[in-house]
């Protein structure tokens, strides 16, 4: 297995850090996860741009031009042989350099990039499921993709703790995002999610859940909906990377209206199959 860093590409267990690394001691860094589907990538583009402006948001600089790390991570699918379908995470840190929370000097940014298989959650694709609610204690630069990340593990862990699959975050009583995922609402037609503001990350498939609902004229709502909205909804569904989009079918101990996948969600999953170039299930 073949790592692409800062400085060339190497066998996995050639890659390590020193001990003073700013991305582990201080999370002092940025990162990106991109789909694979079936040995291509899919919205690499998408995800290298929001690299781009996580990194400068945090004033750090990627190693590479964009157009020389496209090639790169291309060669890093070619090197690595991948046919299945898998993730590409890529990180980005401030550097090895003597513990200290000031920037050091010098700009000498470490970069990580390799490629993990990953199968589709096609049974949570199916059935959808079931979420948990948690108050929102991040920051307020989740438009960041920063490796800063512990809230959403705490939130994560208490999901699956709890049997859920995800935890949605609320601030104010609003519904902001899940810990890695966006969420959604649909009434009456219309699908509903949080602004993408500096409280939320602007997910690569929520911007593609925009595109589907203005292409089969669904208007698509960014305001805030309130927990209290929960049990009024006709469907609820989540979107990441990862996942791609997956119908919430239970939030706490709310069903969400029968407690089955809902008809617009269905539309949706079916225009992002056909994007990335899947086959469309039954
Ligand atoms: N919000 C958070 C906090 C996330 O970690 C993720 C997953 N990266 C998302 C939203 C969804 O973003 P994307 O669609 O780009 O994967």
């Given at each position: 297995l073949?790592v692409?860093t800062?400085?060339?590409?190497?066998p996995?267990?050639?890659v390590?850090y020193?001990m003073?690394?700013?991305?582990?001691?201080?999370?002092?860094?940025?990162?990106?996860?991109a789909?694979?589907?079936?040995?291509?990538?899919?919205?690499l583009?998408?995800?290298?741009?929001?690299?781009y402006?996580s990194a400068a948001?945090?004033?750090?600089?990627?190693?590479?031009?964009?157009?020389?790390?496209m090639?790169?991570?291309?060669l890093?699918?070619?090197?690595?042989?991948?046919?299945?379908?898998?993730?590409?995470?890529?990180?980005?840190t401030?550097g090895?350099f003597p513990?200290?929370?000031?920037?050091?000097?010098?700009?000498?940014?470490?970069?990580?990039?390799?490629?993990r298989?990953?199968p589709?959650?096609?049974?949570e694709?199916e059935?959808?499921?079931?979420t948990?609610l948690t108050?929102d204690?991040?920051w307020?630069?989740c438009?960041i993709k920063?490796?800063?990340l512990?809230p959403n593990v705490?939130?994560k862990q208490?999901?699956?703790?709890?049997g859920a699959?995800?935890?949605?975050f609320?601030?104010?009583?609003?519904?902001?995002?899940?810990?890695?995922?966006n969420i959604?609402?649909v009434?009456?037609?219309?699908?509903?999610?949080h602004?993408?503001?500096e409280?939320?990350?602007?997910g690569i498939?929520?911007?593609?859940?925009k595109?589907?609902?203005d292409?089969?004229h669904?208007?698509?709502?960014?305001?805030?909906f309130s927990?209290e909205?929960i049990?009024?909804?006709?469907?609820?569904?989540?979107?990441?990377t990862?996942?791609?989009?997956?119908?919430?079918?239970q939030?706490?101990e709310?069903l969400?209206?029968d407690?089955k996948?809902?008809?617009?969600?269905r539309?949706?999953?079916?225009?992002y199959?056909?994007?990335?170039?899947?086959a469309?299930k039954?």
């Open positions: 073949y692409l800062e400085k060339q590409f190497l996995r267990h050639e390590t020193p003073e690394e700013r991305g582990l001691q201080f999370g002092d860094g940025v990162y990106e996860v789909r694979i589907y079936q040995g291509t990538y899919f919205l583009e998408e995800h290298i741009d929001r690299l402006r948001a945090i004033r750090l600089s990627v190693p590479f031009d964009k157009d020389v790390l090639e790169k991570l291309e890093l699918r070619e090197m690595n042989n991948v046919k299945e379908d898998a993730i590409l995470y890529l990180q980005v401030r090895s513990r200290n929370h000031a920037f050091p000097a010098e700009n000498r940014p470490n970069l990580y990039a390799y490629i298989e990953m589709r959650k096609i049974r694709i059935n959808g499921v079931r948990i108050r204690v991040r307020e630069y438009y920063s490796l800063n512990l705490l939130a208490e999901a699956t703790e709890r699959f995800e935890a949605i609320y601030r104010d009583g609003d519904i902001t995002e899940g810990s890695s995922s959604f609402l009434k009456d037609g219309k699908v509903y999610t602004p993408a503001t409280r939320i990350l602007n498939i929520r911007m593609k859940v595109e589907f609902c292409l089969f669904i208007p698509f709502v960014e305001e805030a927990i909205d049990a009024q909804a006709d469907e609820m569904f989540l979107t990441s990862t996942s791609s989009i997956i119908p919430i079918i939030v706490e709310q969400i209206a407690g996948p809902g008809e617009v969600t539309k949706l999953q079916a225009a199959e056909k994007a990335a170039g899947l469309v039954n």
